[in-house]
């Protein structure tokens, strides 16, 4: 029997990108969709791409009437709406993946230094796993609830975490450079994002103080067993899908090509969405764009003894809808890689 499935907010980018892939997930039914602009309406009011996949009218979220179709929800909400909801669902029986910030930091307090309000919902910050597979695989496929990880967060942490538990690298003094397609800013209106604004041009923002920060530090952190800081800048490129992190890296011991090569494939293993690149390659966003994988390369600058890493993934798909489906599907007891198995789009 079809695990019956609903999405939240689903007709915004994430939303719609959980509708696409869904549509070819062989043992799930998408049973419900919510939105409160389009209620009423066929999903393919907001998203025509999706014409023809079988998704229902949208209807305005109703927790209650959620909780009496779904088994599995998505909630694919603006940030601070999802504490405001998931509750009632866990207490009904749903299993429950948030696409939001709301559940991925641990600490009360430290949500509200970086998200500038209490949270609403502190009894289940300890509850929810956070949803990073190829760290947390076990403790995902236990969870009632899975807060589904930011998409810079997802392309640091896969390219930092191998290098951190094995001690090859300083926890102190990480430089992390990332740059986003314009799709990880949302589908709300915004003149920042509108075309001329952005075509031909490239430019730096929050370059200090991001929200994805804290959640960065929470699990390298978690990984190093001891505290890890990050300088971080992000950056916005004129293209839709994407994210490429550098990262600059002091290592703790001399390292070569073959022992960093082996660190990750011993961390990773052969299988699932990680793709480590031979020495000398380098990773581009062409190369994920909409599939789940995560290329990862480096190369040793031995003038200055940095080790610089870079990622790549589809922040549309591994940074968000794909990422969140991989959870559903450890969650219940599925092959990860079920519906997730399509290869990146070149060019």
């Given at each position: ?25 062989p043992?799930?039914?998408?049973a ?38 779904c ?32 559940f991925?930091i ?32 076990r ?13 810079y967060p997802?392309?640091?942490i ?11 690298v ?36 929050k ?21 890890v ?14 994210i ?16 960093v090569?082996?660190?990750y ?11 480590i ?40 798909v ?5 990422q969140?489906?991989q ?15 399509q ?5």
């Amino acid at each position: 029997m079809s695990i019956q499935v609903g999405i939240l907010g689903a007709t915004g980018y994430t939303g719609g990108e959980l509708v696409r892939l869904l549509a070819c997930h062989p043992e799930v039914d998408l049973a419900m969709v919510t939105s409160e602009q389009y209620a009423g309406q066929p999903l393919e009011k907001a998203f025509p791409h999706v014409r023809g996949t079988g998704a229902p009218v949208c209807v305005k979220l109703d927790p209650a009437l959620v909780a009496a179709s779904c088994q599995v929800v998505f909630c694919a909400l603006p940030h601070m709406a999802s504490m405001e909801v998931v509750g009632s669902l866990l207490d009904a029986g749903c299993r429950v993946v948030d696409l939001s910030a709301d559940f991925r930091i641990k600490d009360a307090e430290v949500f509200a230094q970086w998200y500038g309000e209490a949270h609403k919902a502190e009894s289940l910050l300890e509850e929810a796993v956070y949803g990073l597979p190829e760290l947390n695989r076990r403790a995902i496929a236990k969870a009632r609830l899975v807060a589904n990880p930011g998409c810079y967060p997802t392309s640091v942490i896969l390219a930092l975490a191998p290098l951190l538990a094995q001690g090859l690298v300083e926890t102190r003094g990480v430089v992390v450079d990332s740059k986003s397609g314009v799709s990880g800013a949302g589908r709300s209106p915004n003149k920042g994002n509108l075309f001329p604004e952005i075509a031909e041009g490239f430019r730096p923002y929050k370059v200090t103080g991001h929200r994805h920060i804290p959640e960065m530090e929470q699990e390298l952190s978690r990984v190093a067993g001891q505290e890890v800081r990050l300088r971080f800048t992000p950056h916005l490129l004129p293209q839709i899908r994407g994210i490429l992190s550098t990262l600059y890296l002091r290592p703790t011991l001399p390292v070569t090509s073959a022992l960093v090569e082996s660190t990750y494939r011993n961390f990773y293993g052969e299988t699932g969405f990680i793709r480590i690149l031979p020495a000398g390659e380098v990773p581009s966003t062409n190369q994920v764009k909409g599939s789940n994988y995560c290329d990862i390369g480096w190369a040793m600058d031995e003038r200055t003894g940095y080790m610089v890493v870079m990622s790549a993934i589809d922040n549309l798909v591994k940074g968000a809808a794909g990422q969140a489906i991989q959870n559903m599907n450890l969650m219940m007891g599925l092959p990860e890689d079920m519906g997730l198995k399509q290869f990146p789009l070149f060019p």
